[in-house]
C-alpha cells in the first residue's frame, strides 16, 4: 500500500523528536515544527519511519494511505 | 444590469405593518425568475402560509437518493465558498453504513457577509425546505441548522421550526444550534465539533466530515443557500436552474455587496454576471472577491471579469462566498489589509503551531509595511513566513489569510513604494474594510 507522512498538527507540539529520527524527511522550521517532505514514502526508510511515528510523544506523526 | 433586490441586514423589527406588506401569493407552479431566494420586497420575512402559497409543499420524493441525479444535472454547487458539487457530497453520505446528520450551515462567520443571515431571515422556509429534502435525500433523521449568534435570528428560526412542525411539514424534526462569532465557527469541523459538544474549533482530517463527523456519525453540511436552491431545484428542474447562470457555474448566488460610498447591500444574481454591473468601479482602485480569505483586483481587471471563478481565478481570486468589496481610490489597501491580518491571526484557533506562529508575524510586518518608511526586510519576512504556514493548518485558514496578504503585496505595490518615501494615500486611515469589535481571547470564545 502507497503511503505517506502527515503531521496531526492540532496534536503537534513542537517536541522535534521527529526530525531527529528520520532527517531525510522531516525539517523543522523557525519555530521548531516539522516540515514533512511530501509524497510517498521509501520503502527503504520503513523502520526510520516506524520508529519516528511511534515515539512522537503526542503522537502526531501519522502514516496514512495516500491521497 | 443587476438582478435582484437590495437587502438590509439586521433586518428592520418586524411590526404589524409588515403584514400587509408581505408579498401577494402566487400560483405554486410559478416558478420565479430573478430573485429566486429573495422575494422582491425583501426584508419582510415569510411565513409558512405565504411561503406554500407561493412554492407549494416541499416535493418529497418518498425515497432516499432520487434528489441527488436531479442535483447532478442542475450543476449547483456549494455556496458557501468551496463551490464543490453538492451532488457528490450527497451521495458519498449516502452511500455510508450508518444513519447520517444533515446541517444547515448558517455561521456566516466572515464580517463582511450578511447574505446568510438576510436569506435565513427572510426566506426560512426554503432553507428548512432544503434541509429536509437533503435528509430525505440522504436518509437522515437527525437534522439540524448551525446558526449565527443572533437572538432575533434564532428566535424566528425557532418559531418557523414551531410553524412547520404544527403543519407536519417536515420528514424529520429541525433543532436550532448556535454558531459561537468566531471566522472559523462555519469550517466544517469546527461545527461538527460544535454539535458534539466541543469548541468550535477545527480538527485534523481525515476522517472527513462526511465519513465522521457530528457525535461521528457521516455528515452532511450544507450551506444554508445552498440548500435553499436545492429547495427550488426540486420544485422547478435542473434546466429552470441552468437558465441563469453560465455552463460551466449555472445558477444565480446571493452575494454581498460593499459598495465604495459605504452602501452596503444583499443581492441574488447569475453567476457570470459582469462585476462591473454589481459595483460602482469609478473612483475606486481595487476589489475584494472572496472576502478575509479572497484576493484583491485591480478595478481597471475587475471591469473586465464576470463574477465567476474561470474569471476570478485567473487573478488569484475566487467567487467564494459572494463578498465583494470595491476599495475607493484615496484609501491604503496595505493599510486595510494588515488591519484585517491582524483580526485574521487573532481568529486562529491556536491549534496549528504554524498558523499560531506564523500569523501574527505576518500581521505585524504588514503593519510595519503599512508605517511610513518600514523596514525593508518586513517584506521578505512576510514572505518566507506565507511560504511556512501555508498547507500546515488542520483547516484553510493559514493558506485563506496568506492569499490575502500575498494578493495586497502585488495589487498595492505602488503604495508600499510610496510608503518607503514616507508618504500614504490616505494619511487619516479611517477603517473601510468591516470587523467585528471582539476577537477570541480564550478557549471559552470558541463555544
Not at chain 2, 111 to 132: E, F, N, T, Y
Not at chain 2, 291 to 311: F, I, K, R
Request: charged residues 20%.
Amino acid at each position: 500500500m502507497k503511503r505517506e507522512l502527515r503531521v496531526d498538527p492540532t496534536a503537534c507540539s513542537g517536541h522535534g523528536l521527529c526530525a531527529e529520527l528520520l532527517p531525510e524527511l522531516i525539517t523543522l522550521d523557525e519555530w521548531g515544527y516539522p516540515i514533512v517532505a511530501r509524497g510517498l514514502v521509501p520503502r527503504s526508510l520503513d523502520r526510520h519511519v516506524r520508529r519516528a511515528v511511534t515515539d512522537c510523544p503526542v503522537l502526531a506523526l501519522k502514516l496514512l494511505p495516500a491521497s | 444590469m443587476t438582478y435582484g433586490t437590495t437587502v438590509p441586514y439586521p433586518a428592520p423589527s418586524p411590526g404589524p405593518q409588515d403584514r400587509a406588506r408581505t408579498a401577494p401569493a402566487g400560483t405554486a407552479s410559478e416558478a420565479p425568475d430573478l430573485p429566486r431566494l429573495l422575494p422582491v420586497h425583501g426584508a419582510v420575512p415569510v411565513d409558512l402560509r405565504t411561503h406554500l402559497s407561493r412554492y407549494g409543499a416541499p416535493p418529497y420524493f418518498g425515497h432516499p437518493g432520487k434528489l441527488i441525479p436531479v442535483l447532478k444535472v442542475a450543476g449547483l454547487t456549494g455556496r458557501g465558498g468551496a463551490a464543490f458539487p453538492v451532488h457528490r457530497k450527497l451521495q458519498a453520505v449516502g452511500e455510508a453504513r450508518t444513519r447520517p446528520v444533515v446541517i444547515g450551515n448558517g455561521a456566516e462567520g466572515e464580517p463582511a457577509s450578511d447574505k446568510d443571515k438576510s436569506l435565513l431571515w427572510i426566506s426560512p422556509h426554503l432553507v428548512l425546505d432544503g434541509l429536509q429534502l437533503a435528509a430525505e435525500a440522504v436518509g437522515s433523521e437527525a437534522v439540524g441548522l448551525y446558526v449565527h449568534r443572533n437572538a432575533r435570528l434564532q428566535e424566528r428560526l425557532r418559531a418557523a421550526v414551531a410553524e412547520r412542525a404544527a403543519a407536519r411539514a417536515d420528514l424529520a424534526p429541525v433543532e436550532i444550534i448556535d454558531a459561537p462569532p468566531r471566522f472559523l465557527a462555519g469550517e466544517e469541523s469546527a461545527l461538527a465539533s460544535r454539535i458534539s459538544g466541543q469548541p468550535a474549533m477545527p480538527r485534523f482530517k481525515p476522517p472527513r466530515v462526511f465519513e465522521r463527523g457530528v457525535v461521528g456519525r457521516p455528515t452532511l453540511v450544507h450551506n444554508v443557500e445552498t440548500l435553499a436552491h436545492m429547495a427550488l431545484i426540486a420544485r422547478y428542474g435542473p434546466a429552470w436552474f441552468r437558465s441563469v447562470g453560465t455552463r460551466d457555474e449555472p445558477g444565480s448566488m446571493l452575494c454581498t455587496v460593499h459598495q465604495a460610498d459605504g452602501r452596503r447591500g444583499v443581492v441574488e444574481t447569475g453567476l457570470g454576471t459582469p462585476l462591473r454591473d454589481l459595483l460602482q468601479l469609478e473612483g475606486t482602485q481595487a476589489v475584494l472577491s472572496g472576502g478575509y480569505h479572497g484576493a484583491w483586483v485591480p478595478s481597471a481587471d475587475a471591469a473586465h471579469m464576470t463574477l465567476s471563478n474561470e474569471d476570478l481565478k485567473a487573478a488569484g481570486g475566487f467567487v467564494g462566498a459572494g463578498v465583494l468589496v470595491a476599495l475607493p481610490a484615496g484609501r491604503c489597501g496595505i493599510a486595510e489589509t494588515a488591519r484585517v491580518a491582524r483580526y485574521l491571526a487573532l481568529e486562529s484557533a491556536g491549534q496549528c503551531g504554524p498558523c499560531f506562529n506564523g500569523l501574527p508575524r505576518i500581521a505585524a510586518a504588514l503593519d510595519e509595511v503599512a508605517s511610513p518608511r518600514p523596514d525593508p526586510r518586513a517584506v521578505t519576512d512576510m514572505i518566507r513566513w506565507a511560504a511556512l504556514v501555508e498547507g500546515r493548518g488542520a483547516c484553510h485558514h493559514p493558506d485563506g489569510t496568506t492569499r490575502f496578504v500575498r494578493s495586497a503585496l502585488h495589487v498595492f505595490r505602488e503604495e508600499i513604494r510610496n510608503h518607503s518615501a514616507g508618504r500614504c494615500v490616505d494619511p487619516a486611515r479611517e477603517p473601510f474594510l468591516p470587523l467585528p469589535a471582539d476577537t477570541a481571547l480564550d478557549a471559552a470564545d470558541w463555544s
